[in-house]
């Protein structure tokens, strides 16, 4: 059975003689549909309309999320007027914000390998646009709960969240797809840094807009700008012009299975064992697996206390502070825009790995550098450093995962790297969430922990060594691989890999090494 996303010409088919090559347009090459290099290989028709609407979606989910958790941070510390009722205010803001990073994660990890085999099956278009028309309509669910049932906002909140992440898993999933079809594998980083730019952008916005723009109209406008602006973003889709051979490989792959139910059920599970197969037996992919497990647990554990972090470390206060509750996530976000301009620069020159080992590495000392800041300002310089190292490792490592998947798979390839990522971040977030109401100073008289500032600070130590670890584990693994594509048949049709012992063997055979 042919897995590899090719017409039913052939595996090796390349443009034909005598026909001319539409700019920036993608044609069918031995390891899927590309852009070739030269005039219109990143900036073309199709690359300009997908960055306009995926911006425009990024910088509303930056002032979507923000305000989620100005709005809940505003409503717990509205009646906490004591010092007491601040301090257990401040735990009751970490726990209820280490569950909405949960359900995220929950959601990566339950949904997002499937979501791999359903978008490397479906036209990853028409995934991409029904994907941003759902989560227009899930973003909504909060302020019909705030309004109508205030009992059921907190609730309401974790499952359209978790249906968001979902939506969003589609969405992204689908994106890793298209994004090989409308660009040059070559300037791949260069995409991921744009995008990354521009995530980061709507972070920044967001922390620092949404705290005062909550205050001054309330949730409503906030909650229904982001819901638009997957609006713009489904219409600039259908402005794309991809052949359908490259935004629908499944339907042109050869095959002779039956279509019956059991057996199409069969096919699903069998796509997926195929993609978690890809990822074990592929060195390099293998390597980023590890180093991206390690640092989202990392990330887990500092997204779910930043807030608490935020009033009882950095001593901001706790009325006025609300106001200035986005600087943190604003100073982090201004790093990593200036992380993934500098891997957009440097990846013409240094390989994509060494850019991910050093980016990692330095966001691990980053973690421990933040652990120790007391103040305001010295707290968001610190954030924006790490910021910078985690940015330069999200593009460097996404672009090399571009790099050297072949078309047919990425989906499926994407999914199981999150699904792994975010199960280590999902039991990281729900340590993290107990530690604190467990062991908060302020209900628990026997905790060990002086006071919550200690114990936050204690939970950044232990995110930073964790991300330095994995620093070391990826370095032993991708150290000598090449950043070259592989091709999907071989390593699939390779029978029962045994995976600690035969993956270097595997890898060479693919050219990895």
């Known amino acids: 059975m042919c897995l590899t996303s090719m017409p039913s010409k052939g595996k090796n088919m390349q443009q034909e003689p005598g026909v001319m090559q539409t700019r920036g347009v993608a044609i069918p090459t031995a390891t899927g549909y590309q ?13 300009v309309f997908f960055t306009f609407g995926r911006g425009i979606s990024l910088i509303g989910d930056g002032f979507y999320f923000s305000t989620l958790i100005v709005w809940i941070t505003f409503l717990t510390l509205t009646d906490a007027h004591t010092p ?15 569950a ?56 309401t909140i974790y499952v359209s969240y978790f249906l968001l992440i979902a939506a969003q898993g589609f969405f992204g999933g689908s994106q890793s797809g298209v994004l090989q079809v409308i660009v040059a594998r070559k300037n791949l980083p260069q995409v991921i840094s744009i995008l990354n730019v521009l995530l ?44 359908k051979e490259a935004l629908h490989p499944y339907a042109y792959r050869q095959t002779d299975a ?25 060195r390099i992919l293998l390597g980023i697996a590890i180093m991206v497990v390690f640092a989202n647990a990392g990330a887990a554990a500092i997204n779910s206390v930043a807030t608490g972090f935020f009033f009882a470390n950095m001593h901001a206060d706790p009325v006025q502070g609300v106001k ?28 994509l790995k060494v850019l991910a080992l050093v980016g990692i590495l330095g966001a691990g000392l980053g973690l421990l550098v933040m652990a120790s800041q007391t103040t305001v300002l010295s707290g968001v ?38 699904a792994l990522a975010t199960f280590s971040a999902f039991i990281t977030a729900f340590a993290v969430s ?24 204690d939970i950044f130590i232990i995110a930073g060594i964790l991300v330095i670890v994995a620093s070391f584990v990826g370095f032993a693994f991708v150290r000598n691989v090449k950043e070259a594509a592989a091709e999907a048949e071989s390593v699939l049709a390779t029978p029962a890999i045994a995976v600690a012992g035969a993956v270097g063997t595997l890898a060479a055979e693919e050219g990895l090494v």
């Open 324 to 351: 200035l509750l986005g600087l943190l996530p604003a100073g982090f976000g201004v790093g990593s825009i200036i992380g993934a301009l500098l891997v957009g620069i440097f990846a013409k020159f240094i390989k």
């Open 258 to 282: 039956s279509a019956d139910v059991s057996n199409s059920v069969r096919r699903v599970f069998k796509d997926l064992r195929h993609g978690v197969r890809f990822v074990f037996a592929t």
């Open 434 to 457: 107990i530690l604190v109401q467990v062991d908060n100073p302020a209900t628990n008289p026997h905790t060990p922990f002086p006071n919550p500032a200690v114990l936050f600070t």
């Open 100 to 155: 909405i990073f949960g359900v995220a994660y929950l959601a990566n990890f339950l949904v997002i390998p499937f979501v791999g085999v359903f978008v490397d099956r479906w036209n990853r278009r028409t995934t991409m646009i029904i994907s941003d028309f759902a989560q227009a309509f899930l973003a909504l669910l909060p302020l019909g709960a705030f309004f109508v049932a205030r009992d059921a906002f907190l609730p």
């Open 84 to 98: 007491a009722q601040q301090a257990a205010a401040f735990a009751k803001v970490a726990i209820i914000q280490a």
């Open 200 to 243: 980061g952008i709507g972070g920044v916005l967001g922390a620092l807009g949404a705290p005062f723009f909550f205050l001054a109209v309330g949730p409503l406008i906030a909650i229904v700008v982001n819901a638009a602006s997957f609006l713009v973003s489904a219409t600039a889709l259908l402005f794309l012009r991809v052949p």
């Open 381 to 418: 310089l610190s954030f924006a450093l790490t910021g910078i190292f985690t940015g330069a490792f999200n593009v460097s490592y996404s672009a090399l995962v571009l790099k050297v998947t072949p078309n047919s798979i990425i989906g499926r390839v994407v999914g199981v790297l999150v």
């Open 35 to 47: 852009v070739m290099e030269g005039k219109g290989a990143l900036v073309n028709r199709n690359s």
